[in-house]
């Protein structure tokens, strides 16, 4: 595991000091035992906190990232630092942590999140995702995520909210239709009205 010091950089003078990167190439050196050994060793020599790169290591593909592997790495090192009282930053592999660029980062979306993933991505980085892109519609009502989405105060965007390509099983539904009957609306106005009395953003 290497270790390389961030200095006095005015642009780190957000984070705690002192505050090391932390990289490696090493799968070993990523689960939580190693983690919260090494974590333990800079604690003692008074660091504050690490920042942990998303880029693969070796044993992860590009096509690994943000599957369940890349999570489990994130996870362990979330927890180790949690344990330990210390604080992490996630890096977007680019230039500085998500939510901390240069102070210009205000708001990030997600999309096709599914509960377990959007736990876990929203729980361990600072700025919490706005809006949470997913298909949602009467036919597809993706209620089990919702009080997920409470928590950390996101929005669901809807797409296909009158159903996929193709398909009309939303705009010629008979409930929809006997409902909009009753109110001069049509199924289509109908289901667009359940998603925005439930607080979903249409798209």
């Known amino acids: ?7 006095e950089a005015d642009v780190f003078a957000h984070r705690p000091k002192p505050f ?12 939580y035992e190693a983690m919260t050994a090494s974590l333990t060793a800079l604690r003692e020599e008074g660091f504050g906190g690490i920042v942990l790169f998303n880029k693969p290591p070796r044993g992860f593909s590009a096509a690994d990232y943000l599957t ?5 790495m994130v996870r ?20 500085f942590p998500p939510g ?11 999309s096709n999140f599914q509960a377990g993933r959007f736990f876990d991505f929203a729980h361990y980085v600072e700025l919490k995702p706005m809006v949470n892109q997913l298909e949602c519609n009467t036919l597809s009502q993706q209620t089990g995520i919702e009080p997920i989405h409470g928590e950390f105060g ?11 390509q193709g398909t009309d099983g939303i705009v010629k539904n008979n409930l929809l239709t006997t409902i909009g009957a009753k109110y001069n609306k049509t199924a289509a106005q109908v289901a667009l009205r359940w ?3 439930r607080g979903v953003v249409a798209i």
């Open 1 to 7: 595991m290497n270790l390389y010091p961030i200095g």
């Open 20 to 31: 090391y990167f932390i990289t490696t190439n090493e799968p070993a050196d990523l689960t």
């Open 68 to 72: 369940d592997a890349w999570f489990d």
């Open 76 to 95: 362990a090192a979330a927890n180790a630092c949690r344990a330990l009282s210390l604080e992490m930053w996630i890096n977007n592999g680019f230039d």
């Open 100 to 110: 901390s660029v240069a102070g210009k980062v205000r708001a990030i979306g997600v």
């Open 154 to 164: 996101t929005k669901m965007m809807a797409w296909y909210p009158l159903g996929g």
């Open 195 to 197: 998603l925005t009395q």
